[in-house]
């Protein structure tokens, strides 16, 4: 039999995009006139694609044009700041070269807009880490809704429930098993243990080792 394909989530998994995030979330809100908030609530604002960012951030009183004009500032602003702080969390580039030299398939599954997954990916990790690489599409339902990660295992060749799902919210257990994965949640990210449990984690990790060595065991 062989070894199960790996499917990452990106942000809050992989990378720590928080800082980013919340920088241009907060500058299209003040440009907007806006309240700004502390860069801690991103980390229940991020995870549900860039529409429905906008609209947990933007006042209960915006009006479909001010969350359309936040959206697009949002875009423009992120263009140009996405790499400024962000880096990987600690680990996980030798974590991902260890399984990767293992012979295991790695792929990304993430609501970020796919221009923006490209960007992040290409930029922080080498060009034949992942096999495929996918962000929020246009035309493709979004996570947790598992058409992605069906994609993905439909273009690997594979059978969705021989691959493994790696993530750090619920949006993220929930479409692993909605997909039929076996699901793993990783404790550094945006979200806590309680919700990874809840919502249907079948393993938490609480560092890229540790994550290295349950993925190398099975």
């Known amino acids: 039999m062989s070894s199960p394909p790996i499917l990452f989530d990106l942000d809050g998994t992989l990378l720590d995009t928080l800082d980013d995030l919340a920088f241009a979330g907060n500058q299209a809100l003040e440009q907007c006139g806006h309240p700004v908030h502390p860069v801690e609530k991103y980390r229940y604002f991020?995870?549900?694609?860039?529409?429905?960012?906008?609209?947990?951030?933007?006042?209960?009183?915006?009006?479909?044009?001010?969350?359309t004009q936040c959206f697009d500032l949002f875009r423009s602003i992120y263009s140009q700041c996405w790499h400024d702080r962000t880096r990987p969390y600690d680990g996980i580039t030798a974590m991902l070269a260890t399984v990767k030299q293992a012979g295991r398939r790695l792929c990304i599954l993430s609501n970020k807009p796919h221009d923006f997954t490209l960007l992040c990916v290409s930029h922080f990790f080498d060009d034949d880490v992942f096999e495929l690489v996918l962000g929020q599409r246009e035309g493709v339902a979004k996570k947790p809704h598992p058409a992605g990660a069906l994609e993905i295992a439909q273009r690997m060749g594979v059978a969705p429930g021989s691959c493994l799902y790696v993530g750090d919210t619920r949006v993220d257990m929930e479409t692993g098993k909605s997909a039929g994965m076996f699901t793993i949640g990783v404790l550094w990210g945006f979200r806590d243990s309680a919700e990874l449990q809840e919502n249907g984690a079948d393993v938490l990790v609480q560092t890229p080792d540790e994550l290295a060595r349950i993925v190398l065991s099975m």
């Open 46 to 67: 991020v995870g549900d694609g860039l529409a429905t960012l906008i609209d947990r951030i933007t006042p209960s009183s915006a009006g479909e044009e001010e969350k």
